[in-house]
């Protein structure tokens, strides 16, 4: 549990989960393409080993579980989600300084985990296996360590519908991809401090715009090669208010990434992952010459190495849809595995 120096001691933590699931059964072609999975809705409920300074999470977690066909017990099962957390003690300057984990009520909440299901009967399964969970607010709010969860669990599942042993599965045929242009825009928010401080710094609002070049692969995967640029309101309050640089300061406070991104395509969902170089990041590469003396690999890095996680929900059915189409996402950027903002953006594809 423990990832930086000086934070909360803590017995070990502990996780309770109530995961009401839906078994597919082939009426979409994606449950056929991804093996007939589960979907479900977890609730979480734990406590972090340190009441006092790091309190209870509370977690609700959309979330799929693939191989759920498999008619052996020991075929693996692998559940991932994306959702939201409330922690009841993050940092606070008055009464908590020293949860650096978390510094705000409210979290990004990614798991996953990797288990087996042996059947007791008909209507009950055991399970158990292991799992990771993390929680990042995405640089909202500082400190913002993040929490990471690694944990072995054991449970029980009952099924309320005896469920065939196998499932048939048809080929599904899709379209053949074609190259198509995309842009997307919105607004994120972040505030200009490191991952511990300055607290109490204010929150900024950050531009971006996405123009990027898609084409479907395959059944499930949607590949992308693009340009973001980033305007950060802070970058640029900063130069104006210090002088920072003495013309082109909207400019200069802009990042441009060059990029290349994968998106896993669930109807009409997707789960996006992207990597990326930052070719243009004046502000940073001039702020860190300046004020930090002392730089390592990760900060010399930072400058360059971008990511950005986050899910997409389109209007249309990407795999058939050979018209123009609509679709709104939610992401977190991160330079280097550190994040940087979350933000919104509504896409439209060519």
């Excluded at 191989?67 to 409330?86: D, E, H, Q, R, V």
């Excluded at 908590?96 to 299901?117: K, M, R």
């Excluded at 441009?256 to 109807?267: D, K, N, R, S």
Aim: proline share 4%.
């Amino acid at each position: 549990m423990e990832n930086t120096k000086d934070v909360p001691k803590s017995t070990s933590p502990y996780l309770f989960e109530f995961n009401p699931s839906v078994q597919t059964n082939g009426s979409k072609d994606w449950h056929h393409i991804f093996g007939f999975p589960k979907v479900g809705c977890s609730v979480f409920i734990g406590n972090l080993g340190n009441n006092r300074e790091l309190g209870n999470i509370f977690g609700l977690l959309p979330n799929m579980t693939f191989n759920t066909n498999k008619s052996k017990w020991y075929s693996p099962k692998i559940n991932f989600g994306l959702g939201l957390a409330y922690f009841n003690r993050p940092f606070n300057a008055q009464s908590d300084t020293a949860n650096v984990y978390i510094g705000s009520h409210i979290t990004a909440f990614a798991h996953a985990s990797l288990y087996l299901q042996p059947r007791l009967s008909d209507h009950f399964s055991l399970t158990m296996g292991m799992s990771v969970s993390h929680c990042s607010n995405g640089h909202y709010q500082v400190p913002n360590v993040g929490m990471n969860l690694l944990s072995v669990f054991v449970g029980l599942v009952y099924h309320p519908v005896v469920l065939p042993k196998h499932f048939e599965r048809r080929q599904i045929q899709v379209p053949a991809g074609k190259i198509k242009f995309n842009v997307r825009a919105g607004m994120g928010v972040h505030v200009l401090a490191r991952t511990l401080g300055p607290v109490g710094t204010p929150k900024y609002a950050i531009y971006t715009t996405d123009f990027y070049l898609s084409r479907l692969y395959g059944k499930a995967s949607n590949v992308h090669a693009g340009i973001e640029i980033n305007h950060y309101n802070s970058y640029y309050n900063y130069i104006v208010k210090y002088d920072f640089f003495a013309d082109h300061q909207k400019l200069r406070a802009s990042v441009v990434t060059a990029y290349l991104a994968h998106e896993l395509m669930i109807g009409h969902f997707s789960l996006l992952t992207q990597g990326g170089i930052n070719v243009y990041n004046q502000f940073y590469n001039n702020y860190i010459k300046m004020y930090l003396s002392e730089r390592g690999m990760k900060t010399e890095l930072k400058k360059y190495i971008s990511a950005r996680l986050g899910v997409q929900y389109y209007l249309f059915d990407p795999k058939y849809c050979s018209r123009s189409n609509i679709y709104l996402g939610a992401y977190i950027k991160a330079n280097f595995g550190q994040a940087d903002f979350t933000c919104v953006q509504l896409g439209y594809v060519f």
